[in-house]
């Protein structure tokens, strides 16, 4: 055994020896990772699909056009199921497993997009939309633990990460298939149906797949477990990774066997991971990811691109750089950490938001000097001020993706003990999506109160308030097993025998 010392702990921790592993030197893990992750591109691709498909129901239901609650209920009610869905996923993950957590979300998904393809009124479609969303709830929290416990320390950050590049490679296929489907007749219904397809897809690939290994040996089904670890680790390193099972069992016994939801406040190292997780997921959706993935169409008119068709090319080219921000982040996230990766995101974040909003004001100071009324005349009003926010958007989204975008999934698969695992997942991923409710609803109505630069100033402000959460609660995990981190939570609650520190360092 080495002794490693790492940022942001509180002591010093006895870490085995790190191997250097490639991505692709497992493809068993990597064939379960893209598997897994297909739940990700479900989550993905109905946030982005449902912005196009409004404007087609709102043409096949008068009610819906006339409406805007009921509007705003038909994109919001996936969100409000995925918050029911990721509040009990925690639950079916410790008391079923996470195969089948995942079998029941595809056939819940299925389910919803057929429900919502064939609906012959709004109110069928809203309840097809909620049934799609309690199946991303369940998969939001599943996948990125799933894959974090069949993973090699090494590289599971960037496997876990590879969970988010699926989330956002599902948003740039949405605005695809939306651009595709606009001249097919049943247009609306094509769109939200086809999702069914991923989903069946990945119901009959799991059923090929092994439980969690770790899900296995905390129940007692040994021989399973070791013959799934024996897939993914060699005969070199197999042993030592059934004695580290047998380690965080025994300990995972000695706790509980069914962990309540309460259970996680009342012990002062579940309570600081749990404001670790919890908070990178809040401020993930506040600094605001998904308002940029929601509106981005909106805000490019608002810099001045009327054009619907540029406008949609723009967003478009937002999402394909989610994506390869994405890719660049799990290459970085197990060779930079986690923490540091974050801090770097937000500060990028930051300038990229004042960006943005000091382009908007200065737009607005135009509009109200009376200038654009000549430039008008020219059709010149705002262009080159609205250049500069789509370069602050662009930015921005180059700065949020590999950092902000993985490392909260990444961090909240690893974080918290065995026994709790599963349900503090759930209980990260719920606050994850009703973050995103809160922000997706409030956007445009801030803007109305404040103006679009100064709503992304106060963005700019929370990000600021993240990032120093991020260094007054956040350790770093890069290269720890499952049982390094709870033993850096004990030492940073309680403090080490050598160091002594206080709860905030």
Known sequence: MTIQSFPGSSGIIDASPKRDISYFSNFYVLGLTLTAGIGGFLFGYDTGVISGALLYIRDDFA????????????????????????????????????????????????????????????????????????????????????????????????????????????????????LAFTEVPGTWRWMLGVAALPAIIQFFLMLFLPESPRWLYLKNEKPQAIAVLAKIYGSDRLEEEIDILAVASEEAFRSKNNVRYLDVFKSKEMRLAFLAGAGLQAFQQFTGINTVMYYSPTIVQMAGFTSNQLALLLSLIVAAMNAAGTIV??????????????????????????????????????????????????????????????????????????????????????????????????????????????????????????????????????AVVAFIFVALFVPETKGLSFEEVERLWKERAWGGEDVRRGLLV
Request: hydrophobic share 50%; charged share 10%.
């Open 63 to 178: 009610a819906v056009a006339e409406n805007n609650v009921l509007q705003e209920t038909i994109v919001s009610m996936a969100i409000a199921g995925a918050i029911i869905g990721a509040a009990g996923g925690g639950w079916v993950n410790d008391a079923y497993g996470r195969k089948k957590a995942t079998l029941l979300a595809d056939i819940i998904f299925a389910i919803g997009s057929v429900v919502m393809c064939a609906a012959p009124d709004p109110y069928v479609l809203i309840f097809g939309r909620l049934l799609v969303g309690l199946g991303i709830g369940i998969a939001s929290v599943t996948a990125p633990v799933y894959i974090a416990e069949a993973s090699p320390s090494e590289i599971r950050g960037g496997l876990v990460g590879m969970n988010v590049l699926m989330i956002t490679g599902g948003q740039f296929l949405s605005y695809l298939v939306n």
């Open 329 to 462: 982040g799990i290459f970085l996230i197990d060779r930079c950490g986690r923490r540091r990766l974050t801090l770097s995101s937000l500060s990028g974040v930051i300038i990229s938001l004042l960006i943005l909003s000091g382009a908007f004001f200065l737009q607005s100071s135009e509009l109200n000097s009376g200038l654009c009324e000549v430039q008008t005349l020219h059709g010149t009003c705002g262009t080159s001020l609205g250049w500069i926010a789509v370069l602050g958007l662009a930015l921005y989204i180059a700065f949020f993706s590999p950092g902000m975008g993985p490392v909260p999934w990444a961090v909240n698969s690893e974080i918290y003990p065995e026994a709790y695992r599963g349900v503090c997942g759930g209980m990260s991923a719920t606050v994850n999506w009703v973050s995103n409710l809160i922000v997706s609803q409030t956007f445009l109505s801030l803007v109305t109160v404040v103006g679009t630069g100064g709503t992304f100033l106060i963005i700019a402000g929370v």
